[in-house]
């Protein structure tokens, strides 16, 4: 089984910034890529940036020039950094792990998700 776990949500004024970190651990063989998503109360999750194990990133096009998503691949943890950020960048921000186990083909998993709150 693999454990995914995020950190760094809370409460910022509009126009500041928040770090989110996730770390993915247990029987984990190799991670392919990760992610992060969001989603605000009464709407559906919406896929914010993606980093592969070859290091490619990519982004919804609403958070390119301020969101930046990267990795340590050593400690098997993600991280987006969060700047200008906006009220409607409120929402349960989660990480997606797609990797293979000694238990099983790849596969996704999720973690319970940080809430982000950002104030006018």
Do not use: H
Request: glycine content about 10%; charged content about 15%; overall charge positive.
């Amino acid at each position: 089984q693999v454990q995914v776990v995020e950190s760094g949500g809370g409460l910022v004024q509009a126009g500041g910034s928040l770090r989110l970190s996730c770390v993915a651990s247990g029987s984990i063989y190799r991670i392919e890529s990760m992610a992060w998503y969001r989603q605000a109360p009464g709407k559906q999750r919406e896929w914010v940036a993606l980093i592969t194990s070859a290091g490619t990133t990519n982004y919804a096009d609403s958070m390119k020039g301020r969101f930046t998503i990267s990795r340590d691949n050593a400690k098997n943890m993600v991280y987006l950094q969060m700047n200008s950020l906006k009220p409607e960048d409120t929402a349960v921000y989660s990480c997606n792990v797609r990797a293979t186990s000694f238990l099983s083909a790849m596969r996704d998993y999720w973690g319970q998700g940080t809430q982000v709150t950002v104030s006018s």
